[in-house]
Every structure is written in C-alpha cells, then in structure tokens.
Nanobody, 117 residues
C-alpha cells in the first residue's frame, strides 16, 4: 500500500508559477509511474502530467510547454491561467503500462490551485 500526500497548492495570479510536491510512503518500490491529474468544479478528472521510472513523460494538451514534471514527481507549473484552477491530485501506478487515469491505483487527497485574473 502506498500513501501519497500533496503539498504546494495555493492562490496565484495569472501568469505566475507554482510548484506542487508529492510525498510517497509505504511500498514505494511497487510504483512504476507517478503523475498528476486535476479536477475542476463540474468537470471530469484529467491528465496533467505523468512520468515513468524509465523516463517516459506525457502531458495534457493544454499543459504542454507550461507544466514540467521532474524525476521526484514535483510538478512545476508556469504561465498559469484561470482555467488551470482545480484540485490537483498526485497519483501512482503499479502496473507495467501506465498511460491512462484508469491505470493509477494510488491517489492523494488533492491540493487546491486557484488562479485569479
């Protein structure tokens, strides 16, 4: 079992940057891929960024070029927009193939990011 705890959320202005961190504990040796998803009010949860242990990365379309994910799963968000406002969730996948939200079995409680104009 893996426990994930997010940190770093908050309120920022349009164009500013913010970093989110995720602390993992428990059976972390079972994790093959970690990443971030987000859910805005009234919308479905969507991919933000994922990174596998062998370096594969994938980003949501609107995040590509603005968001970056490091080896320790820190999410660096730049040039933030109001539409980036959401609850951001850290997630871990324990499978050999992790490309979709449904493949991620471990989830944090989420951290709120609010972008104001």
């Amino acid at each position: 079992q893996v426990k994930l705890v997010e940190s770093g959320g908050g309120s920022v202005q349009v164009g500013e940057s913010l970093s989110l961190a995720c602390a993992a504990s428990g059976m972390i040796h079972t994790i093959s891929t970690m990443g971030w998803f987000r859910q805005a009010a009234g919308k479905e949860r969507e991919l933000v960024a994922i990174r596998s242990n062998d370096g594969f990365t994938s980003f949501g379309d609107s995040m590509r070029g603005r968001f970056f994910i490091s080896r320790d799963n820190t999410l660096r968000m730049t040039d933030l927009k109001p539409e980036d406002t959401a609850i951001y969730y850290c997630a871990a996948c324990h499978r050999n193939w992790c490309r979709d939200l449904s493949h991620f079995e471990s989830w944090g409680q989420g951290t709120q990011v609010t972008v104001s104009s």
